[in-house]
């Protein structure tokens, strides 16, 4: 009795374009097997020069896309700050201040109120808080503070304090000095109130 399966062995053979070929001699079977089995396995195959690119690719965006994060977590640079100096008035004579009237103060050009962020002996950083008039900018530095201590007209800075600063006119080149004689100084609230009436 025939199988059905012996059928389908038959036709397959019959398609089989090897089946027309002499068979294999036994060290010929050999030598295709150890050809077969001496192959690099995937494993320990050279990288397709394709990868490398790729993977420069990858890298390169990778790249681009941190420094547009650093560049957009990181503050961009401030201008310098705004420097002054405080020393004796060179307008008004030695013990002779005139009263802190608004009229002696309309026509000055800088007028601010600040807080003292950090006192050094050399220099004092002022952080703007308010502007009356002028363009302070958001930090003022105020140099030669030391003078004025000792001065009559004069005052010293406390860190975190608050203080009301005008600034005279200066010639070109010249650096702009803090009006003392009671003009600037901490900010009270009547000094603050002659500010508003010169610059309100």
């Given at each position: 009795m025939t199988h059905p399966d012996d059928d389908l062995?038959?036709?397959?053979?019959g398609a089989d374009p090897a089946a027309r070929l002499a068979p294999l001699q036994p060290d010929r079977i050999t030598a295709m097997a150890n050809t077969a089995t001496s192959q690099p396995t995937s494993a320990s195959r050279p990288r397709s020069p394709r990868r490398p690119l790729l993977f420069g690719l990858a890298g390169a965006g990778g790249l681009a896309a941190a420094v547009?994060?650093?560049a957009?977590?990181?503050?961009?640079?401030?201008?310098?700050?705004?420097?002054?100096t405080m020393g004796a008035d060179p307008?008004?004579?030695?013990?002779?201040?005139?009263?802190?009237?608004?009229?002696?103060?309309?026509?000055?050009?800088?007028?601010?109120?600040?807080?003292?962020?950090?006192v050094t002996d050399d220099l004092v950083t002022l952080q703007v808080?308010?502007?009356f008039r002028g363009e302070p900018g958001a930090v003022v530095e105020v140099a030669g503070h030391e003078l004025s201590d000792s001065d009559y007209s004069g005052f010293g800075f406390t860190p975190g304090d608050d203080y009301l600063i005008t600034v005279m006119d200066a010639a070109p080149g010249d650096t702009p000095q803090i009006a003392l004689c009671g003009f600037s100084g901490p900010a009270s609230p009547e000094l603050r109130a002659v500010y508003e009436a010169a610059f309100g």
């Open positions: 062995r038959s036709l397959l053979r547009i994060a650093v957009t977590l990181t503050p961009m640079a401030t201008t310098a700050a705004t420097r002054v307008g008004l004579a030695a013990g002779s201040c005139p009263g802190v009237l608004p009229e002696y103060l309309a026509d000055w050009k800088l007028a601010f109120q600040a807080r003292a962020e950090k808080t308010e502007v």
